[in-house]
């Protein structure tokens, strides 16, 4: 049979016809005599045609034939245990021994790379296996490719392959359509990939990319045992071994945890090593990583009184934390100060004591820079602080407002207003009996209107008492404040408060409560007034005092408010009073204050708190007897509830940076059980290990793409969100070893740049990347690390069986056919193509010779 490999080539024939035009229009001209040498030229000059057009097309003479011949691709990679290799060659020799006299068959062996063992021959014996491939892989794909390569054109041809399936280099799918398109089915016979005994593996290893010095480096072992056996794993840093300790590793998938000693400021690389004496493959066991340590992070502690924050400072310096410790109205009022801390924690600090500045910076410090915030509750934090409402709620992961209360009781408030002439002294132009009853106003301004408020200016007597009214009068009520004017020298304490308990004990409302507002050195007639107030709070009515100034007078008011159950504060100014009047009526209106003993909930059974840095190794913490309650924002994780539901712990993402809420407090009031016990350094710690922002150039980032061997950079230059473009970037890639690779990346988007794929062998790499700008300055630096892991040939561990049976179906293959089957003749033989081309060019050839011959002989002579 005649065929053609490119038969588009055959309309050159189409020559032929302008040929015999021009032959037609000679033999007219010639004479009798003379015609014949045309002819012969014509017949000459057509075959000639004829025979280049059809070597042109690739003419071809196709016979059919019942060769059979079969290569076997042997798999000799690490993955497959000895026993199941000695099965395989076993295999191969039952199937020679069994090969037809018609057949031939040839054998491949591989790993990484694919070898000739043997060409396709009649020979029925095998001698032992002399081809030693690489068998830290497994390369399906070059095997299939070689033995496809290794079959004679034409006949009954197969391959057969025996493997784990397990391809970890090439593209063995790939491979198989390519033997698909040839006609070749690739019969499968699967090998187990179970060692013979114990195999221990080490499947992953994972450590932050980067850190902070002082912060804690906990390292996860991923291990694979097929039987439970102790080990001893070893940790080195760079080359030299910091850690190595006995573990049990159980029996299939387990998880180890360490906890590495501290490193300095350096990129560590770390490798892993798992010993277990009856292993019979220590190729798996060690596994690299690295971490970036970066300077010590810097802490800022702002607490509301002196010693709030002691025990919470002492707990983060035993982690080696640079912590600094200041008041309320100390803290950083521009954001170039706040900014040299990595975290703020306002530890039970009321809105009022922050400095406006200070308060107004600290969502930008988070959202925008990426450092952290931590609210640490108290009497005088969250909505007990006064901040609903506030910027730095925003940034928080919980409200203020209590959302998921019910229905709030109905309060009844008795503000004693001190008008002796002391209050008639000016603050900045204002009386200071008017800053008072501003503080009034934004009571009643705070009020539901359900609740009531009745205002009593005092000083030996009551002058002109404001009320009960309902707080649906507020607008009346204020305006009426604006009234109060100063008259006696002095606040006769006691009349002024039995006036008070006259209105509240008459009240029906649930919730009663009276505040008084004096100057800190005036206050006169104070016997029997403890007496008095420890009356009333036995009748449930609570008592708050603000003393304006410090004096003789201070004492006995905070000693009123202890008895009265209520709360004291000293204002300095009388301009802290509306802002500390208003915090009080939030308390008020809202009881944020939650107390009673429980235990905290979530440690156990919560998949958010065991995936949480911060609980991690914490199993039970000692009750807590009191907590402000807070409403979680929809998008916050409440790592710790209370018994109501309530957050204890909660954390969220906002913007660039983190911050936290723990709604107890850490100085002993509510949690002393807790910051006494041992878990109290781990959790302070931990909490604060979460919110330190990664270290990491802020102007320029840096991602690593790696397939395989091959790694790409790309980095991305901006300033303050805006791409910078024309940068020049170059840098330097470390190995292990020392040694260097420059690198120089070009822009190819604004503010993108890349640099062209390189090839490197497995290990830990570091990367220094620099960026300067067309003047030769700097622009930004970055540094990092990546890993280029061994070959899973040691890891995979999954059954490979499914992927032989997609290459055998893709193919027409089989799966585990018995040795003698391997040369049925079920597979379709193919034709053996002969080639005429080469004749066909020689025929051509030899025409042109005779063509000549007679031109310049024969004619010649005749002439």
């Known amino acids: ?156 041809r197969r391959l057969v392959l025996l493997s784990d399936g397990a391809a970890n280099t090439g593209d063995a799918e790939q491979a198989a359509r390519l033997a698909a398109a040839r006609g070749v089915p690739i019969e499968v016979v699967s090998l187990s990939r179970h060692s013979d005994g114990l195999d221990v593996q080490m499947s992953g290893l994972s450590l932050p990319p980067a850190t902070r010095v002082g912060q804690r480096l906990r390292m996860i072992v991923n291990t694979t045992a097929t039987a439970a056996t102790p080990a001893e794993l070893t940790i080195s840093d760079n080359g030299t071994p910091v850690l190595r300790q006995q573990v049990n590793v159980a029996a299939g998938s387990d998880r180890l945890e360490v906890q590495l000693p501290a490193a300095d400021a350096a990129f560590h690389r770390y490798e892993a090593e798992l010993v277990a004496s009856a292993d019979v493959r220590p190729q798996n066991n060690s596994a690299e990583t690295f971490t970036l340590v970066s300077g010590q992070p810097a802490i800022l502690l702002v607490e509301g009184a002196p010693g709030e924050a002691s025990t919470l400072q002492s707990a983060l310096v035993a982690a080696q934390l640079r912590v600094v410790t200041v008041a309320a109205a100390a803290m950083p009022t521009s954001m170039i100060a706040l900014s040299k801390f990595d975290a703020v924690a306002l530890v039970n600090v009321p809105l009022r004591d922050l400095p406006a500045a200070a308060a107004a910076l600290l969502p930008s410090y988070v959202h925008d820079l990426g450092h952290g915030l931590a609210m640490i509750g108290g009497n005088n934090a969250f909505g007990a602080g006064g901040y609903l409402g506030s910027p730095i709620e925003a940034a928080l992961p919980v409200d203020m407002d209590l959302k998921s209360r019910q229905q709030q009781l109905d309060v009844s408030v008795v503000v004693v207003i001190d008008v002796s002439g002391s209050m008639a002294f000016e603050e900045q132009g204002i009386r200071k009996v008017h800053l008072a009853a501003t503080g009034a106003a934004r009571i009643a301004a705070q009020l539901r209107d359900s609740d009531e408020i009745t205002v009593i200016p005092f000083d030996n007597v009551s002058q002109g008492v404001i009320g009960p009214r309902p707080g649906s009068q507020r607008q009346q009520i204020i305006a009426d404040l604006n009234q109060i004017h100063t008259a006696g020298s002095g606040i006769t304490m006691h009349d002024a408060l039995n006036e008070a308990s006259f209105y509240l004990n008459a009240s029906a409302k649930p919730v009663r409560h009276l505040i008084t507002i004096t100057d800190g050195d005036d206050s006169r007639q104070k016997e029997g007034s403890d007496a008095l107030v420890r009356r009333l709070n036995q009748a449930g009515i609570t008592v708050t005092s603000v003393a304006l100034g410090k004096g003789a007078d201070v004492p006995f008011l905070k000693q009123i408010a202890q008895i009265g159950g209520g709360r004291f504060f000293l204002a300095e100014r009388a301009a802290e009073i509306p802002d500390i009047l208003l915090a009080e009526t939030q308390l008020i209106v809202r009881p944020f204050l939650e107390e009673g003993r429980f235990a905290p909930q979530g440690l156990r059974g919560s998949s958010q708190a065991s995936g949480s840095s911060i609980l991690h190794g914490i199993t039970q913490l000692p009750d807590i007897s009191g907590y402000v309650a807070t409403t979680p924002k929809a998008s916050a994780q409440v790592l710790l509830r209370t018994p109501q539901d309530d957050p204890l712990l909660a954390v969220w993402q906002y913007g660039l940076g983190r911050s936290m809420a723990w709604t107890s407090d850490l100085k002993g009031q509510w949690a002393g059980d807790l910051v006494r016990s041992h878990e109290f350094p781990t959790l302070a710690a931990q909490m604060l290990d979460w919110l330190l922002p990664l270290p990491g150039a802020s102007r320029l980032s840096m991602t690593v793409q790696r397939s395989g061997n091959q790694v790409a950079l790309l980095a991305h230059a901006d300033d303050g969100g805006r791409p910078q473009t024309g940068l020049r970037l170059a840098g330097e890639i470390y190995a292990a070893d020392g040694t260097a690779k420059t690198l120089a990346l070009s822009e190819h988007t604004p503010g993108t740049y890349s640099m062209a794929t390189i090839d490197l062998p497995p290990g830990i790499y570091q990367i220094q990347l620099l960026a300067t700008q067309a003047n030769g300055e700097l622009f930004a630096a970055a540094g990092g690390g990546f890993v280029i892991p061994h070959s899973r040939e040691y890891s995979d561990s999954v059954d490979q069986r499914d992927h032989l049976r997609e290459l055998a179906a893709v193919t027409g293959g089989r799966e585990n056919p018995p040795p003698a089957a391997v040369y049925d003749a079920t597979v379709v033989s193919q034709p053996v193509p002969q080639d005429l081309a080469p004749w066909l060019l020689w025929l051509t050839l030899g025409l042109l010779v005779v063509d000549v011959a007679l031109r310049r002989l024969i004619f010649w002579r005749r002439t």
């Open 1 to 156: 049979m005649i065929t053609f490999t490119s038969p588009e080539m055959l309309i050159c024939l189409l020559l032929l016809l302008p040929m015999c035009g021009l032959a037609a229009a000679s033999l007219r001209k010639a004479v009798a005599r003379r015609t014949w040498p045309t002819r012969c030229s014509l017949y000459i000059h057509s075959l000639m045609v004829v025979a280049l057009s059809c070597a042109l097309a690739g003419m071809q003479f196709v016979t059919s034939t019942s060769d059979r011949s079969v290569i076997f691709l042997l798999d000799r990679s690490d993955s497959v245990s000895s026993e199941q290799q000695t099965r395989a060659e076993a295999y191969v020799r039952q199937a020679l021994s069994e090969l037809p006299p018609a057949a031939q068959a040839g054998i491949v062996v591989f790993g990484q790379h694919a070898l000739i063992e043997r060409l396709p021959t009649h020979d029925r014996s095998l001698d032992r296996l002399a081809a030693r491939p690489d068998k830290a892989a497994t390369n399906i794909a070059e095997a299939i490719r070689l033995g496809l390569a290794l079959l004679p054109v034409g006949g009954q």
